[in-house]
Structures are given as structure tokens and as C-alpha cells.
Nanobody, 120 residues
């Protein structure tokens, strides 16, 4: 069973930064077969895709609302994915979820989420 564990959420003031981490239980070889994504879900809203990174780490994509402020990256040795969030806004407040999507497959896995609150 693949396990994803998010951490790094918390309360931050507008304009501040947070770095989210997603630790995976995937073996070193298997980790290379998964594209990794960060989603978020704000209260009363649907879950939305925030950022994604390819299995090889050479391609990234972002939602328009976070472009230029968020950066997704992955560390193959640690089998961990990160989301660096800068210039945070109150509208970034949400539970952030990590997702692992296996290449050429419909199989994917989810973490339990970490709460990010941007407020004075």
C-alpha cells in the first residue's frame, strides 16, 4: 500500500511563505514512475489542481492562480515532493493534498492533507 504523508502546513500572514512536504512510501525505483501533484480544497469549494511535476522531474505545470508564487519540486533520493509557497494570499487558505499518479495507468494515491491558513 502506497502512503503519502503531507506536512508543513500552518498559519501564516499574507505575503508570507510556507514549504509543504509530501513523503512517500514508494521505493526509489517506483517513485520514478509517478507524476506528483498538489491539490487544494478550500471550505465550500471543489478540490482543484495547484501544481504538478512529471515522473522525471523535468516538467512542471501550475494553476494560473499560483503561477510565479508557488514552486513544485521533487527529491528522488528522499522520495519526497515539495511545494514552496511564496507571497501567500488569504485565498490560498485550504487543505492541501498530495497525489501520486502512476505513468500509463489510472492508478493514483492521495495523502490525508495539511491545512494552510493565510490570515492576519
Amino acid at each position: 500500500q502506497v502512503q503519502l504523508t503531507e506536512s508543513g502546513g500552518g498559519l501564516v500572514q499574507p505575503g508570507g511563505s510556507l514549504r509543504l512536504s509530501c513523503a512517500t512510501s514508494l521505493s526509489g525505483f517506483t517513485f520514478n514512475n509517478y507524476a506528483m501533484k498538489w491539490y487544494r480544497q478550500a471550505p465550500g469549494k471543489e478540490r482543484e489542481l495547484v501544481a504538478s511535476i512529471s515522473s522525471g522531474g523535468d516538467s512542471t505545470d501550475y494553476a494560473d492562480s499560483v503561477k510565479g508564487r508557488f514552486t513544485i519540486s521533487r527529491n528522488f533520493a528522499e522520495r519526497t515532493v515539495f511545494l514552496q509557497m511564496d507571497s501567500l494570499k488569504p485565498e490560498d487558505t485550504a487543505v492541501y493534498y498530495c497525489n501520486a499518479k502512476r505513468r500509463f495507468s489510472s492508478t493514483d494515491y492521495w495523502g490525508k492533507g495539511t491545512l494552510v491558513t493565510v490570515s492576519l
